[in-house]
């Protein structure tokens, strides 16, 4: 693939992250937390039923916390089953207040089982719901076994409740969740004096209908209900006198919206704006001059000033490209790989390999299939035909690294660090990754060794990139915290989006200096010839080994497809095109051909060399009176249960 495809691709999918940060902070701000509403699924055949269900609940004049006792039996069908669990909602919406929840709080939760069924108790909050299981998970029951369960709840008591006539206990004492059927349900509240009414609802979530009774006697109020099925909840009212209930108030926390944490006002949003004006300023500015390319100011590109000749930098700006006929001046294929884009790829460091066997450090050899000797010729041609692309041998031939960038000396210590004539994918598959790094490190480190750039291109890449997170993450952290406090959580959008921006423009950061720049327009010129170059234009005759010296720059350019099948087409011709002397295939074949084992062919040298994959071998809830017009679910509590 061309380099500048790659270089699209990189900036498309830095974008897709700067864009997915983006949403990311939006749904940061402006999701607010829902509680489900719990429902039960369809009831399997093996369901456990509740045969009957007694809750009786204390309410203390002081605060009005109530004492809870749910005595019920369960019975279980089949096998695997553990014991019961109860849901209870912790917080729930209230009506006509958006920005706070409704919340209940429990505790000294408990159970006993008077059959003996196991009754450990553990408690998982999640979503505004706190879920009792009770049981031991290593032991199963069977048949009918009863359990109680006891625990406090503070919060339940609507004094003086909006539209009524007293004090209120508005409770979903069974929630629409439970999976399991009821019969034989019975409701007894207990208040610190006498009932002065009562109201119940039995059904389907939002359902108006009655309950089975409900009666009242002195400091007590009654309600049963012969059956629920699964899905249907049981809704209580019970009122006092106002004033039964000292110091008891309805419990309530910060619900956070769209509409109160990221408020729609000019202060947020004007300190937003002038954070990201401000800050895209400064990063312009930085961009401007520590970000982009130097030139020498008046000389033609390409070319430098000679020793003593005065010259200005400023701003490299675009420059048509001039054909050039020869590799820049005292450089090899990977660096000039680098020092185009700033970044050194795996194809520079392929163009590596090709470069040392060029320059006769080693020879790439095939490595024929293995074959069953005792096939017969048909045979074992066959074989050899269906699978000749197994592996290559990198034979060393010159130890010596005196005449080699640095670069190429580390990466030929690297591939024959452990042996002299290692084969690509057997022995170098699992190491390849780390040989390729330090190659492609040794690459950074002379872009500013040769004086080509100001600064390691990678390290400036990182540098800006990591700004950009930096002020995402305090963006993202400034906006919750503010808006959780003062509703000013646009704040954050401001640092949150100039970080996505920083962040994306660190994929187009460049600090080449001018001599860079000069070395850069030589190049750009050769890769022009190599990409456009045509059979008729080279003089094999003149220059035999052309082929092979220039094959390192094409791959580091990425026009290794071009450049070959233009050779292919002079040997088409009947042209005389030399055989490269660092490639032996085992076969005799020619590079050239189509199919060969080099370049071209699924499988081939250049197609496993490419891939590093490759390589490797492998309402009742705001205060509401309940008395009128309530209905199932329309009280404070609720939640569901079944067995587990």
Request: glycine content about 14%; overall charge negative.
């Amino acid at each position: 693939m061309a380099r500048s495809s790659r270089s699209s691709h990189r900036f498309l999918s830095s974008l897709r992250v700067g864009l997915l940060a983006l949403a990311a902070l939006a749904l940061a701000f402006l999701t607010p937390a829902l509680v489900p509403a719990a429902s039960a699924p369809a009831r399997a055949a093996d369901t456990p039923s509740i045969r009957r269900m007694d809750v009786t609940a204390v309410a203390e004049r002081e605060q009005g916390t109530m004492h809870v006792t749910q005595d019920f039996d369960m019975e279980f069908f089949g096998s695997g089953n553990h014991g019961p669990y109860v849901t209870l909602v912790t917080r729930q919406a209230v009506a006509g207040d958006p920005d706070h929840w409704r919340v209940l709080r429990y505790g000294n939760i408990r159970a006993t089982s008077p059959t003996g069924a196991p009754a450990q108790v553990e408690t998982e909050q999640d979503s505004g719901l706190l879920k009792i299981r009770v049981g031991d998970p290593d032991r199963t029951v069977r048949g009918t076994q009863r359990y109680v369960l006891t625990y406090d709840v503070a919060g339940v008591v609507n004094p003086d409740a909006t539209g009524g006539n007293g004090d209120e206990i508005y409770w979903n004492v069974i929630g629409t969740g439970w999976e399991s059927p009821m019969d034989r349900v019975s409701v007894t509240l207990q208040g610190p004096v006498a009932v002065t009414g009562t109201a119940c609802y039995a059904g389907s979530r939002g359902g108006s209908g009655s309950c089975g009774g409900s009666t009242s006697s002195g400091e007590r109020a009654v309600f049963t209900q012969d059956h629920l099925a699964p899905g249907d909840g049981l809704t209580v009212v019970a009122q006092w006198p106002i004033g039964t209930f000292v110091d008891a108030a309805p419990l309530y926390a910060k619900r956070f919206t769209a509409a109160n944490t990221m408020t729609l006002a000019p202060g947020p949003l004007g300190v937003g704006a002038g954070t990201l004006l401000l800050g895209g300023l400064v990063a312009a500015l930085t961009f401007r001059r520590r970000g982009r390319d130097q030139a020498y100011v008046g000389l033609t590109p390409g070319l430098r000033p000679a020793p003593g000749q005065e010259s200005s930098v400023g701003p490299r700006r675009p420059e048509p490209v001039t054909v050039r006929f020869t590799p820049p001046d005292d450089a090899s294929p990977g660096q000039i790989g680098t020092l185009i884009d700033g970044r050194a790829g795996r194809n520079d460091v392929v163009a590596g390999i090709v470069d040392l066997a060029v320059r006769g450090q080693l020879r790439i050899e095939e490595i024929p299939p293995e074959v069953d000797e005792d096939a017969g010729a048909l045979a074992k041609a066959f074989a050899q035909s269906k699978d000749k692309f197994t592996d290559w041998r990198l034979v060393r031939l010159r130890a010596d690294a005196v005449d080699l960038p640095p670069h190429l000396a580390t990466l030929q210590d690297e591939l024959f660090a452990k042996q002299d004539a290692p084969e690509l994918r057997h022995d170098l598959g699992t190491r390849i990754a780390a040989i390729m790094q330090k190659e492609q490190s040794a690459l950074n480190r002379e872009m500013t060794g040769r004086g080509w750039y100001r600064v390691r291109p990678d390290l400036q890449r990182a540098g800006w990139m990591l700004v950009g997170l930096l002020l995402l993450l305090a963006g993202i952290a400034l906006g919750i915290a503010l808006g959780a406090t003062i509703g000013w959580g646009w704040v954050g959008a401001g640092p949150a989006v100039l970080g996505i921006g920083v962040f994306v423009l660190g994929f187009s950061v460049s600090a080449r200096t001018a001599d860079g720049s000069a070395v850069l327009a030589q190049a750009e010129g050769f890769k022009e010839y190599l990409m456009t170059a045509e059979a008729d234009q080279i003089r094999v005759e003149e220059d035999h080994d052309i082929f092979s010296r220039y094959l390192p720059w094409a791959i580091a350019f990425g026009a290794e497809s071009h450049w070959v099948g233009v050779f292919r087409e002079m040997v088409a011709a009947g042209r005389p095109v030399a055989e490269p002397l660092w490639y032996h295939t085992w076969t005799g074949a020619s590079v050239f051909a189509a199919d060969n084992a080099f370049f071209g062919a699924p499988g081939s040298f250049m197609d496993a060399a490419s891939s590093a994959g490759a390589w490797s071998a492998s309402a009742g809830a705001g205060g509401m009176s309940g008395m009128s017009g309530g209905s199932v679910g329309g009280g404070v509590g609720g939640g569901g249960g079944g067995g587990w």
